[in-house]
C-alpha cells in the first residue's frame, strides 16, 4: 500500500518539479517598461511587486536559440513559448504560430509600474493585481479579475465576467469595460470622484452608493447594436429622434367646432391612438434588443468558428483579437460619483453592471 501511494505521488511530484521561472530585465529599467502578451491559451496571473524583472514560471519549457549537441537548432517546437525584450517591452508568446497545443498556464510577476497589453487570449482566465501601470485586454473565452490596481483599463471580452477591483484613479486615465456576455463589476473606494457612463441590454445596473453620493440619470436609447462581422442589425429611431405619430386626418375648413360633450366623446379615440403610438415603440426597442442579442451569439461563433481557419489560411500565425463592435441601445445610466471626474464607462449586452464601495 505504502509502494502504491507512493508510485501515485510521483506524477504530482513531476509536474512540480517540471515547473521552471524564467526572468529577463528590461533594457531600460529606470523607466516604467511593458509587457505584451499573446497567449493561445491558458491561465495567465500577473503580480506587481517590487522587482525589478520580469519573472514568469510556468511548467511549459522556453524555447531557446542554443544549438542541440549535433549542431542542430529545433525551429518546430511549437509547445514552447518565446520570451523576449526590446526597446523596453518584454513579449511573451505562446501558440501564435498557428497551431493551438495544450493549454499553459502562466504566472508573472512584473514591477509595479509595468503596463500590460494582452493582445491574443483564445481561451483562459486573466487575473492582474497590485500594479500601477496601464492594463489593456482582450480576450475571447475568459473571465477578467483586476485587484488593488490604480492606471488606466481598457478591457474587453467576448465570453467572460469582469470583475475589477480599484485602488485609486488618476486623471487622465480613465477605465473602459466591455463584455459581450457576462457581469461587470467595478469597486472604487467610496470616496472616489469619477463619471460614469453604464450601458446593459439584458440586465440590471445596480450600486449601493446612496442616492447624494451619486447622482444618474437614466434613459432607454431605442437604436439596435449593430455587429459589422454579420451585416449589423437595422436600426430602429434613437431616443433623440422619435417616430412621428400617425398623421390625423385633417379637419375640414368650414366644419364647425364641435360642442364641449362631443369634444369629450372624440378625446377617447385619440387617446387610444397615443397608446398604440407607444406601444408600437416599446414593441419595436424590445425587438431591437432581441435582434441585438442574437447578432452578437452569432458573431461569437463566428468567430470561435473561424478563427483558427483564418489565421492559418491567410497569416500562418495568430493574428490579433479585433476589437468589440461598438455597442448602443439598451438601458444607460450616465452620473457623477461625488461630483464627478474619471470617467469610468462598462457596457454588456447580457448580464448586469454593479459599482460598489470598495476599502
Known amino acids: 500500500m505504502l509502494l502504491a501511494a507512493a508510485l501515485a505521488l510521483l506524477p504530482i511530484g513531476a ?29 495567465v496571473r500577473i503580480h506587481g511587486a517590487d522587482v525589478s524583472e520580469v519573472a514568469v514560471k510556468t511548467a511549459t519549457t522556453a524555447e531557446t536559440p542554443t544549438p542541440r549537441a549535433d549542431g542542430m537548432r529545433v525551429l518546430s517546437a511549437t509547445s514552447s513559448y518565446r520570451l523576449s525584450e526590446n526597446a523596453n517591452v518584454v513579449s511573451l508568446e505562446y501558440g501564435t504560430d498557428g497551431w493551438g497545443g495544450a493549454p499553459a498556464d ?7 509600474a509595468t503596463s500590460i497589453v494582452v493582445t491574443n487570449s483564445i481561451r483562459g482566465d486573466f487575473v492582474c493585481s497590485g500594479l500601477s501601470g496601464d492594463i489593456d485586454v482582450r480576450t475571447l473565452d475568459g473571465d477578467v479579475v483586476l485587484n488593488d490596481v490604480s492606471g488606466g483599463a481598457s478591457v474587453e471580452t467576448m465570453n467572460g465576467e469582469i470583475n475589477v477591483g480599484v485602488k485609486a484613479l488618476r486623471a487622465g ?20 470622484m469619477a463619471s460614469i457612463r453604464f450601458r446593459t441590454h439584458h440586465g440590471q445596473i445596480l450600486t449601493n ?16 447594436p449593430r455587429h459589422p462581422a454579420i451585416g449589423g442589425v437595422p436600426d430602429v429611431a434613437s431616443a433623440d429622434a422619435r417616430p412621428e405619430k400617425p398623421e390625423q386626418p385633417e379637419k375640414p375648413e368650414q366644419a364647425e367646432k364641435p360642442e364641449r360633450p362631443e369634444q ?13 403610438w407607444q406601444t408600437e415603440v416599446r414593441d419595436s426597442i424590445r ?15 463566428a468567430l470561435h ?36 471626474g474619471v470617467e469610468i464607462q462598462a457596457s454588456t449586452l447580457n448580464g448586469d453592471i454593479i459599482l460598489k464601495k470598495g476599502s
Open 15 to 43: 509536474a512540480r518539479a517540471d515547473e521552471a521561472t524564467s526572468q529577463i530585465a528590461f533594457s531600460e529599467p529606470s523607466k516604467p517598461g511593458t509587457l505584451k502578451i499573446s497567449v493561445w491559451q491558458g491561465a
Open 106 to 112: 502562466f504566472e508573472i510577476t512584473v514591477p509595479r
Open 173 to 192: 486615465k480613465p477605465l473602459s469595460f466591455s463584455s459581450m456576455n457576462g457581469k461587470v463589476t467595478v469597486r472604487v473606494p467610496a470616496n472616489t
Open 209 to 224: 452608493f446612496d442616492d447624494k453620493a451619486l447622482v444618474t440619470v437614466t434613459q432607454v436609447s431605442q437604436r439596435a
Open 264 to 276: 369629450a366623446e372624440t378625446s377617447a379615440p385619440r387617446a387610444e391612438s397615443d397608446n398604440d
Open 287 to 301: 425587438e431591437a434588443a432581441e435582434d441585438s442579442a442574437d447578432a452578437a451569439k452569432e458573431a461569437a461563433d
Open 305 to 340: 468558428e473561424g478563427l483558427a481557419e483564418f489565421h492559418v489560411r491567410f497569416s500562418g500565425s495568430m493574428p490579433p483579437i479585433p476589437p468589440l463592435p461598438p455597442m448602443t441601445g439598451g438601458k444607460v445610466v450616465s452620473g457623477a460619483l461625488n461630483g464627478g
